[in-house]
């Protein structure tokens, strides 16, 4: 699986951007999906995951009620609606994609595949 997320950009604090990460391959529909983010001289942090179909989501504390994630898998695609920005939100946000769903998602490390990051950078 081969992932590419698009969607970042300069956004003022309190606006709102949507991040699409499309996959390739035959089994995305089968992974689960999710989206991390690397603010500078930090460690690379847990955003949110969605399983393959759909029927929960999972979020990092930092941005429950603010973000959602979805996922299209007639279009392979996931999505990150960010809303409510404030400027610690700024950072690189990857996403990745993972065979379980599940506390697996709290250790970045452990992810089968990553996609290049896209830039996020909320001005106050």
């Known amino acids: 699986v081969q992932l590419q997320a698009s969607g970042g950009g300069l956004v003022q604090a309190g606006g709102s951007l949507r991040l699409s990460c499309a996959a390739s391959?035959?089994?995305?529909?089968?992974?689960?999906m999710g989206w991390f983010r690397q603010a500078p001289g930090k460690e690379r942090e847990f955003v949110a995951s969605i399983p393959w179909n759909s029927r929960s989501t999972d979020y990092g504390d930092s941005v429950k009620g603010r973000f959602t994630i979805s996922r299209d898998n007639a279009k392979s695609t996931v999505y990150l609606q960010m809303n409510s920005l404030k400027p610690e939100d700024t950072a690189v946000y990857y996403c990745a994609a993972d065979r379980f769903y599940g506390s697996n998602w709290y250790r970045p490390g452990g992810m089968d595949y990553w996609g290049k990051g896209t830039l996020v950078t909320v001005s106050s």
């Open positions: 391959g035959r089994t995305f529909s089968s992974y689960a």
